[in-house]
C-alpha cells in the first residue's frame, strides 16, 4: 500500500512528512543495551536450524516487512490535551517497590499524556550512531496494538518494536506495559528478536515481571517532577534506573517543538517526551563514542485493517517468544487482541 496518500499526522499545522517507512521500537536505549549484554541471556538458536524452522510465527522478514498501514482521518492536535501538571490533583506517583495488581484495569488510555497507550496510534523515529568516521542510520516504527496479555496479574497492552537497518528489519520486539488507575505507565516484560539476511538468529532480552526474579518497574509517572528517581525495570539481570531531569523545556524535532519531559535514564541518555505524543527524542549524555540518537518525525492513528494487521504481527511474535523463550514465557498466558 502506498503511504503518502493514507498517512495523517496526529498533530495540525505541521507539514506532511512524506512517506512512513517501517521502522519501531520501545524504549531503544534499553533495548541496544541488553543486546550489548546479550551473551548472557541469548537464547541460542543455530542460524542453519533457524532457516529450517522460519515459520509463520517468526517476525516478518526483511524482504517481507509489513508495508506502510493505512491511517484514519486526522486526529485533534497533542496540543490541547492537558499536561500531568494540569490535572495532577487526579494523579498520584507509583511507587516502583510498592507493585499492586488491584491498582489496575484498562491497560490502555491516555491518562498520562507523556506516554499515551492508545491501541493503533503508531510513531516513527530516525536514528543514526556514529561509528568511527561512519555515521550508520536506521529507523523505528512504534505500534501500540490492542493485543493484550495478563503478566503477573495485570493485563498489559502489546507494544510492538521493529527496527529497520537498510530498509531490512534487524531486530523486533515487544514491550509489554499497563497503565494504572492513577496514570503511571508500568513495565511488566519485553522480548526481542534479532534477525540477519531476513533470517532469526536468536532471542534476547526476554523478562516477565514475576519471572526468574523479575519486576515491574515504572516507564511513567503520573505526575513527573524534576529531580524525581524511580527504576524503570528489574529484569532479573540488570535494574533499569531512571531520574526526571526537566520538566517544560523546549525541544524540537522534525515533527513538531515541544514543551518536553526529558528522563535521563541510567546516567547515559536522555530520553525526551511531548505531551500528546509520547517518545520524540533519545540523545547520550556523554561525549565521544557511538553517539547513538533519535528524533521523532511522523505519528499517524492506524484504521481499523493497519491496527489489525500490527496486532497479528505481536501475536506471532508473543506466540514464538513461548517457544524460544521457555524458561520464562513457556508458562505464560498467550497474547490475544480484545
Not at 506502510?68 to 500531568?84: F, G, K, N, R
Not at 484498562?106 to 550512531?129: A, C, I, K
Not at 539481570?237 to 535521563?264: H, M, N, Q, Y
Not at 517526551?273 to 528524533?295: F, R
Request: aromatic share 6%; net charge neutral; hydrophobic share 35%.
Amino acid at each position: 500500500m502506498s503511504s503518502q496518500s493514507n498517512d495523517t499526522r496526529i498533530s495540525a499545522g505541521t507539514s506532511a512528512l512524506g512517506v512512513i517507512v517501517c521502522a519501531m521500537r520501545a524504549p531503544v536505549r534499553f533495548r541496544r543495551k541488553a543486546l550489548a549484554v546479550a551473551a548472557a541471556f541469548v537464547v541460542a538458536t543455530a542460524t542453519a536450524a533457524c532457516t529450517a524452522e522460519s515459520s509463520p510465527e517468526t517476525a516478518p522478514s526483511p524482504s517481507e516487512s509489513p508495508p506502510p498501514t493505512q491511517v484514519a482521518a486526522p486526529t485533534p492536535s497533542p496540543s490541547p490535551s492537558p499536561t500531568p501538571s494540569e490535572t495532577a490533583a487526579q494523579k498520584v506517583n507509583a511507587n516502583y517497590e510498592k507493585f499492586d495488581p488491584k491498582d489496575f484495569g484498562d491497560p490502555t488510555g491516555d491518562q498520562n499524556s507523556w506516554y499515551p497507550l492508545v491501541p493503533g496510534t503508531q510513531s516513527l523515529r530516525n536514528g543514526s550512531l556514529n561509528r568511527g568516521s561512519r555515521k550508520l542510520t536506521h529507523q523505528r516504527r512504534i505500534t501500540v496494538t490492542d493485543v493484550t496479555k495478563v503478566v503477573n496479574g495485570v493485563r498489559t497492552v502489546l507494544v510492538l518494536d521493529q527496527d529497520l537497518d537498510a530498509g531490512q528489519v534487524g531486530e523486533t520486539a515487544l514491550d509489554y506495559v499497563a497503565q494504572d488507575k492513577y496514570g503511571n505507565v508500568w513495565y511488566l516484560g519485553s522480548y526481542t528478536e534479532i534477525y540477519e539476511g531476513g533470517q532469526f538468529v536468536n532471542a534476547v532480552d526476554a523478562w516477565l515481571a514475576g519471572k526468574r526474579g523479575a519486576k515491574p518497574g515504572v516507564l511513567m509517572l503520573a505526575d513527573p517532577k524534576a529531580g524525581m528517581k524511580y527504576v524503570e525495570a528489574s529484569t532479573g539481570r540488570e535494574t533499569i534506573r531512571a531520574e526526571v531531569a526537566k520538566v517544560g523545556d523546549r525541544k524540537c524535532v522534525p515533527f513538531e517543538c515541544f514543551k518536553s519531559l526529558a528522563i535521563l535514564e541510567d546516567g547515559s541518555e536522555f530520553k525526551y517526551y511531548g505531551p500528546g505524543v509520547g517518545h520524540i527524542a533519545t540523545e547520550p549524555n556523554y561525549s565521544g563514542g557511538e553517539q547513538e540518537k533519535e528524533e521523532l518525525v511522523n505519528v499517524v492513528r492506524l484504521k481499523a485493517n493497519g491496527l489489525a494487521e500490527m496486532s497479528a504481527e505481536a501475536i506471532k511474535l508473543d506466540k514464538h517468544a513461548r517457544e524460544e523463550a521457555k524458561g520464562v514465557f513457556g508458562n505464560s498466558e498467550p497474547a490475544e487482541r480484545r
